[in-house]
């Protein structure tokens, strides 16, 4: 976030309502938090301008889908050069089963990966089939995920003053 942008409790209010219900209409969202339709549909566009809301989507249950594997893979590098990575990290981009591409520190991979597939037959060719395919690539280890916990896509705005 911007350091000029100031967040009140009207954008916070906006922000929560918006994260649990990203579909919400104008008018409703204005009446939830207190505010006339014109003024909440000008601070909704100025927080979309400064990238605090970046995209208003659906989430979709995967198990109904038939996505009933979630994996993350530890991915270890053979070199640690710019090009590297940059290859690595646009080949994964592609691959519509990543859901996420983090590359961390403190353990003994440059990356983590999670996706998300169908079963462990699937899992087994995107393993094979792709991700050891990727050039540079030197190690993977792969966990499973057994049941999930907390599994949440708000963001904590309780900091926020």
């Known amino acids: 976030m911007k350091d000029s942008l100031r967040l009140d409790r009207y954008d916070r209010a ?6 649990q219900e990203g579909g919400i209409s104008n008018q409703e969202l204005a009446q939830a938090i207190g505010l006339s339709p014109s003024p909440c549909s000008r601070r909704v566009r100025r927080l979309e301008e400064a990238g605090v809301i970046r995209a208003r989507v659906a989430l979709l249950g995967a198990e109904p889908l038939g996505l009933t594997l979630t994996a993350f893979i530890h991915i270890r590098m053979d070199q640690h050069t710019e090009e590297r990575f940059a290859h690595f990290e646009r080949t ?17 991979a440059d990356y983590v990966l999670q996706v998300v597939v169908p079963d462990m037959a699937y899992y ?16 993977v ?21």
Do not use: W
């Open 14 to 19: 906006i922000l929560e309502k918006l994260q």
């Open 92 to 108: 994964v981009s592609a691959y519509p089963e990543v859901m996420g591409c983090f590359l961390i520190t403190g353990q003994d």
């Open 124 to 139: 087994r060719s995107f393993l094979l089939e792709r991700i050891t395919r990727i050039e540079g690539v030197s190690g």
């Open 141 to 161: 280890h792969s966990s499973f995920v057994l049941n999930k916990v907390v599994d949440k896509t708000a963001l904590p705005l309780g900091h926020i003053r």
